[in-house]
């Protein structure tokens, strides 16, 4: 071990002597930045590294700005991205985009160069005494969803508690904010679990895997593993999906300290040490003293609903809630607390977000349904659909999807560059369902696509907009696909 990395295994919190510590940090972005500003304050040696040049005016470019006046050293364009600075840095510290196979990190790990995330950064600059723990959350979906209703539910209980990672407030941000929070919920990427070696969080989550990123980590089997690091020492309770064997199967794989339990969560009546559904209740035998005889009632599937009129909550938001309710619950969190975050909790937009009912018919933007497991949950969520899918597939395959949700499928309305791989599946699979090709990439697609949805629904079905696709072919992200689609939507209404 060299020097310099043996001296990385001293820094486990923000009094530690970060001074005169050489680091490279890969990458400008948000997390980058956040990185190096903290380090060049505790005294640290920083050279920020960045393939792009900012351009003046820039977001990039005001970051620069800023790090050049601190004392950083910035380096642009391909050769500093490739190739180790000489001296080689004691400690690289790397934006979660960037892949292991990356030149530069390749060459620290041939150096014997530790690389930490931010993620792993931020966890060493936690105060000596006194740290908020954390909350952490992992899955190939339901992520954000998750993270935002344990954040309310934390809120509910008194706590000064924020949502973190890899969703609202940078990580490092939220751990060195003056004003200290009581505790942290943590969303993590796969990219940043890869990145972090020392996490122990008070409680963990694994949502669901399935094919994801498998570009960037190799393999399932490494993406799963990724996922799995969720787990590693965490304290108090390893909270599982009992519907996917394999959120069990790392809990089981997982080192964790001492007396810590694993907690199912189910849409199913809950078992011993889970937390499930009974009729319409969410109901918890995990976290009682007479589990084994007795459960706690958390709230009722009407807290989840954001108005009378609104419909019934999908499975997977239902599971969401659950499985942060076991999170809270395994913080200390009482079940009215619980309650009172359901009814509190405000979702993102574009996650299965309800636009209304217009021409008889209900109109739901799911554009966050970026892949083809989140569009396999929204689909199930309807009996009729009139399903609008399409974009940038990623090599994702579709087969299983289009097979499941055959029979709920009305109609489908095809959109984006690989629209023809789910025209093929559906040929397979449901022969029988009309399907119209919208080959149109111009900014009026979404109202084509809405004019052929109208013509092709029955009163009383669904319209949704989950394309199990990224958005880039058409739109600039998932967002504007929603905001696109919501649009068309309203036009639709003011026709009347």
């Excluded at 960045?50 to 351009?55: H, I, K, R």
């Excluded at 094919?211 to 965490?234: C, F, I, M, N, Q």
């Excluded at 609104?310 to 239902?318: E, F, Q, S, T």
Aim: charged letters at 20%.
């Amino acid at each position: 071990m060299s020097a310099g990395a043996a001296r990385t295994e001293t820094l486990t919190h923000r009094d530690a002597d970060w001074g005169g510590l050489r680091v490279l940090v890969a990458g400008l972005g948000v997390s980058g930045f956040a990185a190096a500003d903290a380090l060049l304050e505790r005294g640290a040696v920083v050279t920020v590294v960045d393939a792009g040049t900012p351009d003046e005016g820039s977001a990039l470019g005001e970051r620069a700005r800023i790090l050049d006046i601190l004392g950083a050293t910035l380096r642009h364009g391909e050769q500093a991205v490739t190739v180790l600075p000489d001296p080689s840095p004691d400690l690289v510290v790397t934006s979660p985009g960037w892949r292991p196979d990356q030149p530069l990190l390749v060459a620290a790990a041939a150096a014997g160069v530790p690389v930490w995330g931010e993620v792993e950064l931020a966890w060493r600059m936690r105060p000596r005494q006194g740290a908020a723990p954390w909350l952490t959350v992992t899955g190939t979906n339901g992520k954000t969803t998750t993270v935002q209703m344990l954040t309310a539910m934390l809120r509910a209980a008194g706590l000064r508690a924020c949502s973190a990672g890899n969703v609202g407030t940078p990580v490092l941000e939220a751990v060195l904010d003056p004003q200290p929070y009581d505790v942290i919920a943590v969303e993590l990427s796969s990219f940043q679990l890869h990145w972090s070696h020392s996490l122990a969080p008070r409680a963990s989550a694994c949502l669901n895997i399935a094919p994801d990123h498998v570009d960037w980590h190799g393999s399932l089997e490494e993406y799963a593993r990724a996922k799995g690091r969720v787990y590693t020492s965490t304290e108090v309770a390893c909270v599982y999906n009992v519907q996917d064997e394999a959120t069990m199967h790392l809990v089981e794989d997982a080192e964790v300290q001492e007396g810590c339990r694993a907690v199912g969560f189910t849409l199913g009546t809950p078992g011993l040490s889970q937390v499930g559904l009974v009729d319409d209740v969410l109901a918890d035998r995990a976290f009682v003293e007479e589990r084994r005889t007795a459960a706690a009632e958390l709230g009722t599937l009407d807290d989840l609903r954001p108005g009378p009129d609104a419909p019934p909550p999908a499975p997977h938001l239902v599971a969401n809630a659950l499985a942060a309710a076991a999170l809270a619950r395994a913080h200390g969190v009482p079940p009215a607390a619980v309650r009172q975050g359901l009814r509190d909790f405000v979702p993102e937009p574009h996650r299965i977000a309800d636009l209304g009912v217009v021409r008889g018919l209900r109109w739901v933007d799911d554009s966050k349904a970026t892949n083809p497991h989140a569009a396999a949950a929204s689909l199930a969520a309807f009996e009729h659909v009139v399903w609008v899918a399409g974009g940038l597939l990623k090599g994702a395959d579709v087969e299983d999807l289009v097979r499941e949700a055959a029979g709920r499928l009305r109609a489908v309305v095809l959109i984006g560059r690989d629209r023809s791989a789910i025209s093929q599946a559906l040929a397979r699979h449901a022969p029988d369902v009309p399907v119209v090709d919208v080959d149109r990439t111009d900014t009026g697609a979404m109202d084509t696509v809405v004019n052929e949805a109208l013509g092709l629904a029955l009163e009383g079905d669904v319209v949704l907009l989950a394309p199990a696709a990224a958005s880039m072919d058409m739109f600039a992200n998932y967002g504007a696909r929603g905001d696109a689609f919501s649009a068309a939507v309203r036009r639709l209404l003011e026709q009347g």
